[in-house]
Structure formats: C-alpha cells, structure tokens
C-alpha cells in the first residue's frame, strides 16, 4: 500500500466519521482539517461533486458515507497511479514522497 491511513483498519472498517460545525460528514479527520483549512479536498472528483453533497441536514449519512467510501478505497491504494488525490495529498507513506 502507498498510503498510511490512520482512518482505516485492515479488518475494512473505518475509525471515524467527523461531522463540522456546519454539518459537513467527512471520512476522517484529515479530510476534515485540509478541507476546512483550504476549502479544497485536493482531489478533482470529490471537489466537482455539488455544493452541500456531504451536508448531513440535506442528505442521509448512508449516502454521504456511500459517496466517500467507492472513491477511496484500499484497492485504490495499491497503486500511486490508482490512489485518489486527496490521500496522495496527505497520506502518501515517506517512501512515495517526491524528494
């Protein structure tokens, strides 16, 4: 794997969810931080979903979860090409790192 997530266990489940102040679901806290400090996810596909798509008073947590969970994923992971850009972004073991 070229991501170390502290989010996610090897038994396929997640540690956390994390809700913002405004009611924003996030997969893990480090989504939660870069996306609250930098309006960005830093990743093309989860920054062109509608505005309010992880909303949880405008959408039902399953579905918000459902959205999070097919595009990161630890298949994804096996490979740097295949890894989303937000865990290249913040999760990248040290040896993927560009020096």
Do not use: R
């Amino acid at each position: 794997m070229v991501v170390n997530c502290i989010a996610y266990n090897d038994d396929g489940s997640w540690n956390e969810t994390e809700i913002s102040s405004n009611f924003n679901v996030y997969l893990c806290c480090t989504l939660h931080a870069i996306h609250q400090l930098n309006n960005t996810f830093f990743d093309e596909h989860l920054d062109n979903l509608p505005e309010g798509w992880n909303d949880v008073t405008k959408h039902k947590l399953v579905d918000i979860m459902k959205i999070y969970k097919n595009h990161i994923t630890p298949e994804k992971w096996k490979k740097l090409e295949t890894t989303p850009n937000c865990c290249k972004t913040q999760c990248l073991k040290s040896e993927f790192h560009k020096k």
